[in-house]
């Protein structure tokens, strides 16, 4: 199960930090990471983060975004700085087994989203 809180409104330049709650996914072969999906435009992989602690970002993030977890609380973070009107989107929390993929095909587990609006 996967849960995400931390979207909401924001000036561009700001800040915002998502958590997702996740739960069974505490093997070394996994990927857990963050998605978007604007209006109108297909779901894009953010960030992932690897069981082993590899990451990937999307170049249209790089600089800006930091993915991260906490295993004693079961929880990955998505810190977002310097955002723009293009973050805006519903955010999403996946995980699979196996190696990561910035695609979002494949991910087995997702949450319900948080909706970041950047204006």
């Known amino acids: 199960q996967l849960v995400e809180s931390g979207g909401g409104s924001v000036q561009a330049g700001g800040s915002l930090k998502l958590s997702c709650v996740f739960e069974g996914y505490t093997t070394n072969s996994r990927c857990i990471g963050w998605f978007r999906q604007a209006p109108g435009k297909e779901r894009e992989g953010v960030a992932t983060l690897s069981g082993t602690g590899n990451t990937y970002y999307a170049d249209s993030v790089k600089g800006r975004f930091t993915i991260s977890q906490d295993n004693a609380k079961n929880t990955l973070y998505l810190q977002m700085n310097s955002l723009i009107p293009e973050d805006t989107a519903m955010y999403y929390c996946?995980?699979?087994?196996?190696?990561?993929?910035?695609?979002?095909?494949?991910?087995?587990?997702w949450g319900q989203g948080t909706q970041v609006t950047v204006s």
């Open positions: 996946a995980a699979r087994l196996g190696a990561c993929s910035p695609s979002p095909g494949g991910y087995n587990y």
